[in-house]
């Protein structure tokens, strides 16, 4: 018995296409089964099946979720991520023209307010008053002795406060270069921050003959 053209075993092979034609054709996975239930008005229930389809389009990639495979395991519904392009509108950040601004105010700010506390400045001290308390003249020897208080204002600029402790006056006259006021005094004033005090120190001025014109 001769086999006949429909025995051949070439002709139970399937049949070969094209790679070209293949990479175009749509892939269509098994579809999963999604049923829904329906109440009649007799009480009475329905189900339907409605198939979902996944499709690999030509010149598409593969799903990065399922892998193609149209599904997922379970467990993994929270772990679904939307595929959007990097082009986007939604993924520019916006106002950053506005966040920038503000954080480079912020940063001068938080320098100046360091700058004002941490660097010295400087520390004024004036003459308020001088006050004569006695005077003494020597009749057989030349000689003049003036007890005089001298009031000062000390202003401090700096935001710490500062502490005098010590004082020396020394007083001179423009026609003679020898001092006739000398004194060290030793007090212990505190001056706060942004703020101002007086303090007053006693002084005595001797005036002998050579400084008398």
Excluded: W
């Excluded at 070969?16 to 098994?30: D, F």
């Amino acid at each position: 018995m001769h086999p006949s053209e429909n025995d051949d075993p070439e002709s139970r092979l399937p049949s070969q296409t094209n790679p070209t034609e293949k990479s175009n054709l749509h892939r269509e996975s098994p579809p999963p089964n999604y049923s829904s239930t329906k109440s009649t008005a007799n009480g009475s229930t329905s189900s339907s099946s409605v198939p979902y389809t996944y499709q690999e389009l030509p010149g598409s990639v593969v799903c990065p979720t399922c892998n193609g495979a149209g599904r997922i395991p379970r467990g993994q519904e929270e772990d679904l991520v939307a595929l959007i392009p990097y082009t986007d509108d939604r993924l520019r950040p916006r106002r950053t023209k506005l966040y920038v601004c503000l954080s480079i105010v912020f940063c001068g700010l938080v320098a100046g307010v360091l700058c004002a506390f941490l660097l010295t400045k400087p520390v004024y001290m004036s003459i308020h008053n001088i006050t004569t308390n006695r005077i003494q003249l020597n009749k057989t020897v030349p000689i003049i002795i003036l007890d005089l208080e001298i009031t000062y204002n000390i202003s401090n600029s700096n935001f710490p406060a500062i502490y005098l402790n010590n004082m020396t006056v020394i007083g001179t006259q423009s026609f003679n270069p020898q001092p006739v006021v000398s004194n060290a005094s030793v007090i212990d004033i505190k001056v706060r921050g942004r703020s101002s005090n007086q303090f007053a120190v006693n002084v005595t001025a001797i005036f002998t003959d050579q400084f008398i014109p």
